[in-house]
């Protein structure tokens, strides 16, 4: 090819790449929709996953009058994005003799959508990830560059994020679903393939939200027969009732319940360094000489490549610093070390048992 036009090809390619960024937020707000429409259920109808037309899903999800050739531009969209699966099929017509039909499954990723028999999925999630409050905090994301002093959020709803929550119950709640969605998953892989809570018997949970991830290290390590699950207390008075565990309301830049050991999942990235330091130290301070700080977080790699994993944990970069604190980050695995240096951990380990979330233990 001529360098003229390989030139040209590329200023193509460009511009059509700019084109898709432009775009982007096409691809959340329609898996909004689906979510608020409960596609994924209704393909899913106890596991069969038959592929549906679009009109086949709307009668099992709406009343008379709604769209289905607008559902459908909504799957066929989401299909490029991998959650659902195409199936044409060629019909005959009497007109011209044939037709085609779009139908649709769920694929891996439209499955994390789906109910389970305790009521999670990932789909309240995706719903509390585009509340009002939230959206309106996203046109203002430039502002986190001119003044990092005041969070997006803050600007566009007057205070932080999780005071915020705390006065509006449907948020808490949807905070606290989509908490357990997200986590239940991750314990699992976590469970399977990290084995820090051995001689572990009073273990703390910082932040445990409705006490979930507690509720599946005590059902995998017996010996372990304390469970504190601390949290808000407004969050706490919403937590369910699990054996073995004990649901405590505070403030972790407060002062932290003492334990044999300290689990946190998905704390450390909505906060500054110098609140992590904060709150690592009263970890510090509650745990025994050798006691171990076990920290589940993302961790950013070095490389600024385009895979899902980049991306993802970069994306979510993006959101802690819009919606909870403009110096709140994900951080490098060094970084992460640095800090728990910081604040007297004297040994520090990393395990890779999930693409997105990194178990970090810090050692006393
Ligand atoms: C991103 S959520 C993670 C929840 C849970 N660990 C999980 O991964 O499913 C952060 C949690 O930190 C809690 N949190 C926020 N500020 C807190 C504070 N000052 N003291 C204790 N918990 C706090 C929130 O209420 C929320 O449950």
Same mark, same amino acid.
């Given at each position: 090819?001529?360098?003229?036009e ?8 460009a511009r059509?790449a700019i084109f898709?960024l432009?775009?982007m937020?096409?691809? $959340?707000?329609?898996?909004? !929709?689906i979510?608020?429409l409960?596609?994924?259920?209704a393909?899913?109808?106890g596991?069969?996953? !038959? $592929?549906?037309?679009a009109?086949?899903i709307?009668?099992?999800?709406a009343?008379t009058?709604?769209?289905?050739e607008?559902l ?6 989401? &299909? ?9 099929t ?14 649709y499954?769920l694929t891996?990723?439209?499955k994390t959508?789906?109910?389970?028999t305790?009521g999670?999925?990932?789909?309240p999630y995706v719903?509390q990830h585009h ?10 994301? @430039?502002?986190a560059v001119? #003044? ?8 566009a709803?007057g205070? $932080?994020a ?5 006065k509006?119950?449907?948020?808490n709640?949807?905070m /606290?679903?989509?908490?357990?969605g997200?986590?239940?998953? %991750?314990?699992?892989a976590?469970l399977?393939?990290?084995?820090g809570?051995k001689?572990?018997?009073r273990?703390v ?5 409705a006490g979930?991830?507690?509720r ?8 372990v027969?304390?469970?504190i699950?601390? #949290?808000?207390?407004e ?11 004990t649901n405590?309301?505070g403030?972790?830049?407060?002062s932290? $319940?003492?334990?044999d050991a300290? %689990?946190?999942?998905?704390?450390? &990235? &909505?906060? &500054?360094?110098n609140e992590?330091?904060l ?8 745990l025994p ?5 076990? !920290? ?9 490549d385009?895979? @899902?994993?980049?991306r993802?944990?970069?994306?979510g970069d993006? %959101? ?5 604190r !403009? ?11 640095? /800090?728990?240096?910081s ?5 520090f380990?990393?395990f890779?048992?999930?693409y997105f979330?990194?178990v /970090?233990? %810090?050692?006393?």
């Amino acid at each position: 090819m001529a360098l003229n036009e390989e030139s040209a090809e590329k200023r193509k390619s460009a511009r059509l790449a700019i084109f898709e960024l432009a775009n982007m937020i096409s691809v $959340p707000m329609s898996l909004n !929709a689906i979510v608020r429409l409960k596609v994924a259920d209704a393909i899913w109808q106890g596991g069969s996953n !038959a $592929p549906l037309s679009a009109s086949q899903i709307l009668q099992r999800i709406a009343s008379t009058g709604s769209d289905p050739e607008n559902l459908q531009r909504i799957l066929r969209m989401l &299909t490029s994005y991998g959650v659902f699966e195409e199936h044409l099929t060629i019909e005959s017509s009497p007109l011209d003799g044939s037709a085609s039909e779009r139908k649709y499954s769920l694929t891996e990723v439209g499955k994390t959508l789906v109910t389970d028999t305790e009521g999670l999925s990932y789909a309240p999630y995706v719903l509390q990830h585009h509340q009002d409050a939230l959206m309106k905090a996203w046109p203002l994301v @430039h502002e986190a560059v001119l #003044d990092p002093t005041t969070e997006p959020f803050v600007k566009a709803n007057g205070e $932080p994020a999780y005071d915020y929550y705390g006065k509006q119950p449907e948020m808490n709640e949807l905070m /606290l679903k989509a908490m357990s969605g997200v986590s239940v998953p %991750f314990m699992e892989a976590m469970l399977d393939g990290y084995d820090g809570f051995k001689g572990v018997e009073r273990l703390v949970d910082v932040g445990g939200s409705a006490g979930d991830c507690l509720r599946m290290i005590l059902k995998k390590h017996p010996g372990v027969r304390q469970g504190i699950n601390f #949290d808000l207390p407004e969050v706490v008075a919403k937590a369910p009732i699990i054996p073995g565990v004990t649901n405590v309301g505070g403030d972790m830049f407060k002062s932290i $319940p003492d334990g044999d050991a300290i %689990f946190m999942k998905w704390i450390l &990235t &909505t906060w &500054t360094d110098n609140e992590c330091k904060l709150i690592m130290e009263n970890c510090y301070k509650a745990l025994p000489v050798g006691g171990k700080l076990i !920290a589940c977080e993302p961790v950013l790699p070095k490389d600024s490549d385009d895979s @899902h994993r980049t991306r993802a944990l970069l994306e979510g970069d993006i %959101f802690v610093m819009t919606i909870y604190r !403009a110096k709140g980050k994900h951080r490098t695995e060094e970084e992460f070390k640095q /800090l728990g240096q910081s604040v007297g951990f004297s040994y520090f380990r990393a395990f890779y048992v999930d693409y997105f979330y990194t178990v /970090l233990e %810090f050692q006393k």
